[in-house]
């Protein structure tokens, strides 16, 4: 994925900036400021953070090389950006119950993206907690799932209901393979094996585009965030649901609050009332 999302920038760029008969050689700082103002207005500052750091290891590499004459890449500024800029979109719980009821479980695969959406919308999980999830993290008998996340390097165990369990049940009945590797969930395809972050990701975009719900512009996160922003509505308390996501921060949970404005009018206290004085 990494691969394929440099060579796309490294395409576009080239294609902006190069005249049809000019050299790569000949690359200047007016060509990457020009494909930069183009660049910039179509998306976000973070989008375009990552934009300049492909950039720079293309332009530094071109010039190891020989490929081009001047030092290009200690030219570009890289955009700022700042913590809680942007909140985090989070899709109405309903829309949620409808692409998860939109999949069709009649196959191993069906199955499979059930399962994994399943647990990302109702329990918050990252997708690099989904794919280390093994069949050893579930306890039965005390109906908990043990995650180790990733980002935090610290266990959570989740308590899990009646109807989640019911559903990997039957996912391990009609859509997991019979085979020897232990996690949870597998590739569809040949070769066997674990998944990847980025193939649910993927998996998401898929059944998303195939529900034809307005999902647009979502990715495999929103889910997660929809499971926090469903908790927040719901009353629960900031720290408590901090601790189902895994933040070592409030701050990283906080976040959440400025999503949902009508809530928050809602606790407003009223403008007191002053009466007029004579004074007045």
């Known amino acids: 994925t990494t691969i394929q999302q440099h060579d796309a920038t490294m395409r576009e760029f080239l294609s902006w900036v190069l005249e049809p008969h000019q050299a790569l050689v000949d690359l200047s700082s007016a060509d ?17 953070q990552h934009t300049v750091a492909r950039l720079r290891g293309f332009l530094r590499y071109g010039y190891e090389r020989g490929d081009i004459r001047s030092r290009l890449d200690t ?3 890289t955009p700022r950006t700042y913590r809680g800029e942007l909140p985090p979109r989070a899709p109405d719980w309903r829309l949620v119950q409808e692409l998860l009821g939109s999949i069709d479980r009649s196959g191993r695969a069906g199955w499979r993206d059930y399962a994994i959406l399943h647990l990302m919308a109702h329990y918050g999980l990252r997708p690099s907690e989904i794919v280390t999830l093994r069949l050893d993290s579930m306890d039965w008998s005390a109906g908990v799932l043990h995650v180790e996340q990733r980002k935090t390097r610290s266990p959570l165990v989740l308590p899990l209901v009646a109807e989640t369990l019911s559903m990997l049940r039957l996912y391990l ?18 070769p066997e094996g674990a998944l990847q972050p980025s193939t ?68 407003a206290l009223p403008v007191p009332t002053v009466e007029p004085t004579g004074g007045l």
């Open 173 to 190: 009945c009609r859509g997991r393979p019979t085979t020897r590797h232990p996690e949870l969930f597998l590739r569809a395809r040949s």
């Open 200 to 267: 649910v990701t993927t998996i998401f975009e898929k059944r998303a585009r195939l529900s034809g719900l307005a999902l647009g512009g979502y990715s495999a996160y929103c889910l997660r965030h929809a499971f926090a922003m469903r908790l927040l509505t719901r009353g629960v308390g900031v720290k408590a649901i901090g601790d189902l996501l895994g933040h070592r921060s409030l701050e990283s949970t906080c976040q959440y609050l400025r999503l949902d404005v009508d809530m928050l009018r809602e606790v």
């Open 75 to 77: 030219m570009i500024d």
């Open 32 to 48: 990457v400021e020009r494909y930069l103002r183009l660049k910039s207005p179509a998306v976000t500052r973070q989008t375009l």
